[in-house]
């Protein structure tokens, strides 16, 4: 009887505990979601993280080149804004843009003064002056502004390496623009972390 007893006053004990342990998610769910409205509301956290800005030189397409113009071409020769027209093709009919030509547009950048340097066991030098032409935009041609001294120097001392052989034929010529490109991205790569120079161009080539 006494087994009886107890059992009849424990169940209502179990009762109780199984409401409260339903009763218990009910309260945390609804003010977990009221806590989570709220949080949002207030800027706690966001539902995605925001990506970081890539700072980084874009390529220019083609059709965004810089274009030059002829003198006197005013409207009604080479369109409404003066933009040359397309150069023609066989037959005379206009080539279409980006056929046969360059991915991306080309800037180019003339890089002030001239160099001389004496040649490699020689006693020749030469006077070159160089310019620069990149595919990507404006950026590459500020951050070449920026560093020029920088340029020059390392620009100089590439050209110290050129042997006497290397400037009467047209490969050691290039053999030369490959060293001034790797030159000069190296120098950018170093201050601004991006080089982007693809090729360089002879404006004078002087031997003495």
Known sequence: MADTKDEKTAAPKKKGKLLLLIGLPVLALAAGGGGAVYAMQAGWFNAAPHAEADDTPKLVPKSEEKRATLAGGGEGEGGEHGEAAPAAGEGGKPTPAGEGGDK??????????????????????????????????????????????????????????????????????????????????????????????????FTNFIVQ
Do not use: C, W
Not at 121 to 146: C, M
Not at 175 to 191: F, G, S
């Open 104 to 201: 991306y547009a080309s800037s180019y950048y003339p890089l002030e003064k001239e160099f001389t340097s004496n040649l490699q066991g020689s006693v020749h030098f030469i006077q070159v002056g160089v310019a620069v032409s990149t595919p990507y935009d404006q950026r590459v041609l500020e951050n070449i502004k920026t560093h020029e001294i920088a340029i020059r120097s390392q620009v100089l001392m590439a050209l110290g390496e050129t042997s006497e052989e290397e400037v009467f034929t047209a490969e050691g010529k290039r053999h030369i623009q490959d060293r001034l490109v790797k030159a000069i991205n190296a120098v950018l790569k170093e201050k601004e972390g991006f080089g982007g120079v693809s090729n360089v161009y």
